[in-house]
């Protein structure tokens, strides 16, 4: 198992600009869910994405968006970029749609700082 | 709508159990219980998770209680490296199964 691998690890970019955020799958993982982690915070659910659809959003404006690619990769983007959106961004991966079988496999993260 | 309380912190001596309680009181009858743990500069990782029975694995066992009300995460041997944040999260399965409704969790501090 490859695990998943996420990139870059920091980013830095200014208020009002774009970014774009990576993500690879686990091998034989065909959904991926992104998270948005605060400092000091718990992880919070930004969308899932199952066979290249969005498939469950949580409480996050338009301008985060995200695609899933037929390799399972996955991206998430952000545009009109706020100080508030300064996070780490987590994307996990699993293998559904087998109910409740085992868990989501994390990567490190991308940390996001706005300026 | 995280719907589990877990205890701010925990202490604990190295190579004693530990035992993380966490209730949720409202959960439904088709909701798995989750638990994952957060190191420091790290994604969370998977610990384990169940519906019903307890459960074991290679990192730990989870004891939930008959009325699914409340759980418990048993470390049988606390290391070092199990000094983390750990996460009891409810899961719908299915169509939500992807969501992970994080909360605060609990800092587990292990004393040499």
């Known amino acids: 198992e490859t695990g998943v691998t996420q990139s870059p690890t920091h980013l830095i970019k200014t208020r009002g600009q774009q970014v774009t955020l990576r993500c690879s799958s686990q091998s034989g993982h065909n959904t991926v869910s992104w998270y948005q982690q605060a400092l000091g915070q718990g992880p919070q659910f930004i969308f899932q994405?199952?066979?290249?659809?969005?498939?469950g959003r949580g409480n996050f404006p338009p301008r985060f968006s995200g695609l899933q690619f037929p390799n399972y990769s996955s991206e998430l983007n952000v545009n009109a970029l706020e100080l508030d959106d300064s996070a780490l961004y987590l994307c996990?991966?699993?293998?559904?749609?087998?109910?409740?079988?085992?868990?989501?496999?994390f990567g490190s993260g991308t940390r996001l700082t706005v300026v | 709508d995280a719907k589990t309380t877990q205890p701010n912190s925990m202490e604990s001596n190295e190579e004693e159990p530990v035992h993380l309680p966490c209730n949720h009181s409202t959960i439904s009858g088709t909701d798995y219980i989750h638990w994952y743990r957060q190191l420091p500069s790290q994604g969370p990782e998977y610990v384990i998770h169940?519906?019903?029975s307890n459960v074991n694995n290679r990192m730990a066992s989870l004891a939930i209680a008959e009325d699914r009300k409340s759980s418990t995460l048993i470390l049988h041997r606390a290391t070092l490296r199990d000094a983390a944040v750990y996460y009891c999260?409810?899961?719908?399965?299915?169509?939500?199964?992807?969501?992970?409704?994080f909360g605060q969790g609990t800092i587990l501090t292990v004393h040499p």
């Open positions: 169940g519906l019903t």
């Open positions: 999260i409810r899961n719908a399965g299915g169509t939500s199964y992807g969501k992970l409704t």
């Open positions: 996990a991966s699993s293998e559904i749609p087998l109910r409740g079988r085992g868990g989501y496999t």
């Open positions: 994405y199952y066979r290249e659809e969005e498939n």
